[in-house]
């Protein structure tokens, strides 16, 4: 009878570690908004990447063609970031894909709560106390690191298997999914191969 084997988190590497914000002097730049499919993203030119104080994720507070905004900046699996621009902060700011927009970011500790996928949510709702006990007393950054790497696949096995695993770390008191990429492209729409496309 063949087994199945169980899935852990895949190892990250050495260079990725997710390093806490150091200091906190505005990034400013220019660039130009892009279309991938339905989305709208900004890509970090290379001077503005290297200036944040991780290769993975980053919360940020600043200004986008002079609208004010929080976000998490996202890693490009290629030691860049991009972000998200979605509808609401176009508008705002009175841009389309294609306009090229002055953006100042500042590096923050202070983290918005992740859009939990509804597997990982359910699975948690109806988790024994100790799970979702630790769920709320974890930090959001850590929480944003369980749902990326339950995002990084797209196999609807594979999910059930990340989501299956991410409730057994915790109930064995696991705060955060170790050893996988933190700075690899996670974004379940965008990423390929752990990548965010060329335009």
Known sequence: MSTKRKESPAKKSAADPADPVKKSDPIRFEATLEAIGART???LPEVASTALPSRGQVAVRG???????????EPDGDFGHWMNVDARLRD?????SGAEVTVELTPTKDWPEPVVPPDLSDALSNAPLEIRSLWSAITPMA???WVRWVNETK???TRKRRVEVSLSKMSSGKRRPCCFNLASCTDPE???SGKLPRS
């Open 41 to 43: 993203i900004l890509r």
């Open 155 to 157: 196999s609807r096995d």
């Open 190 to 192: 965008l990423a390929r």
């Open 143 to 145: 929480r944003w690191e």
């Open 63 to 73: 200004t986008f063609a002079g609208q004010t905004f929080e976000t998490v900046i």
């Open 92 to 96: 705002a700011a009175n841009v389309e």
